[in-house]
């Protein structure tokens, strides 16, 4: 299995930039997707986007769009969100999630087996 630790969350500004860093350990980072997620008080969970194993295939939700970036580095078993432009309702608990799956829904938690531990990001406008 493989395990995943997120860094880099933090207070920010509206207009302003952060990026996140999810790490993993454990089994062949390279074999997995990756995909990030995003709670707020009170609401479920949401997807944000997600990057194929190679890196070669992103996807994001439509209000991230334009704003947020996926990027991984198979060599350092990284994956990056650089988020842009942030809003004050962007604020949430941000987490990375692995799947191994062939074939798999990208926007649904239960495509993923794997998840971190989440970090805090808060946008104050």
């Known amino acids: 299995q493989v395990q995943l630790v997120e860094s880099g969350g933090g207070l920010v500004q509206a207009g302003g930039s952060l990026r996140l860093s999810c790490a993993a350990s454990?089994?062949?980072?390279?074999?997995?997707?990756m995909g990030w997620f995003r709670q707020a008080p009170g609401k479920e969970r949401e997807f944000v986007g997600r990057i194929s194993s190679g890196g070669g295939l992103t996807s994001y939700a439509d209000s991230v769009k334009g704003r947020f970036t996926i990027s991984r580095d198979n060599a350092k078993n990284t994956v990056y969100l650089q988020m842009n432009s942030l809003k004050p309702e962007d604020t949430a608990v941000y987490y990375c999630a692995a799947t191994a799956r062939a074939t798999y829904r990208p926007s649904s938690t239960q495509s993923y087996d794997v998840w971190g531990q989440g970090t805090q990001v808060t946008v104050s406008s």
């Open positions: 454990g089994r062949t980072f390279s074999n997995f997707d």
